[in-house]
């Protein structure tokens, strides 16, 4: 019996090590397969026949071991081949989209096949742990499932991924927006200087020894609070333009989408700098670079969605470059404010 155990233990551990080879290499900039031929719609067909596949033999690896007689070692290999036969196929497939349907889309397609990957290599590992007999494994299955199920609702094209790319990036934009906000109530104050709000469960500060906002670090609250809400905006508006004009299939079009996306992954890590800098006591020269950052990166994606597709349209209601105007003013006014009201610090 110990040495069934110690095998079927290797049969796991080889199995395991086998998927996080898998992960790993997805993880490397591994260039596609050549795109002769290609088509979209077949591809996604096959994508699901796959992804039902592996869902199958989650369920069916689980029901193995959720009560006796346990599977040999040999009955174990078998099922675990049958697993990486289908992974392998999964990964294959995955290979197989070309960067001509867009970069976001691929990378979307890629996170989702890492975590197919994954949630099976940690069912496994919850098999392995659990000795082999425990009915808890087909609770595990559930984490396989969803993975698998995230497929339905999954970007088919480069338009769709990158408009999730951008809900995204929206959610965490008004994340920061909300952060700046409450620190008004706080009045700038902070634990440590780095914005980390103090909870009830920390000692309190004595009010002398606490960094709060002067008159003056008040005063630059009010543009910076603009600054954040034109970043809001602009991915809003961007947003729209694109649901409603953005186009993915020609290559010239799906670059450009892409190119929003990569300009967009800038705004919120640089919302988040603008932000942590507005905590108590104020740095006036690391506050006025951070507030040229955001607006530099705001504007590039400003002026690069004005000389793109996802501005036309054929609706005479809609005039793009009303709002792309309104928000390139917005953002120089605010920028503009923060830098006259930091340029000479009044002392306290």
Known sequence: MAAKSRSTDDVFRSFGENLQLVVDKLRENVPPRDATDFNLAEYWTKMEMVFKAMSFEATKLAMCFASPPVPSPEECQSLMSSVEMKTVALVSLYYGLPKEQGVTLRKRTRNLVIGVVESIKELAENI?????????????????????????????????????????????????????????????????????????????????????????????????????????????????????????????????LDEVVEIADEISPDLDELVSCLYAPMNYTVIRANASLMADVLHKLLNMVRASHIVTTDDPKIDNSKWLDFLAKAIDHNVDQIKNITKEEIPR
């Open 128 to 256: 392995k742990r659990a000795g082999y007999k425990s009915e808890d494994q087909l609770k595990s299955t559930g984490a396989v499932w969803a993975s698998c199920d995230i497929f339905h609702s999954s970007a088919k094209n480069n338009k769709e991924a990158v408009l999730k790319e951008l809900k995204s990036t929206s959610g965490l934009v008004k994340d920061a927006f909300e952060e700046l906000n409450e620190a008004k109530d706080t009045n700038g104050s902070s634990v440590d200087g780095m914005g980390f709000m103090m909870t009830d469960d920390e000692p309190e500060l004595d009010q002398e020894e606490e960094a709060v906002w002067s008159d003056q670090d008040k005063a630059v609250i009010h543009p910076a609070l603009g600054l954040a809400n034109a970043c809001k905006a602009c991915v809003k508006k961007v947003t729209e333009a694109i649901n409603r004009s953005g186009k993915s299939v020609e290559m010239v079009h799906i670059n450009e």
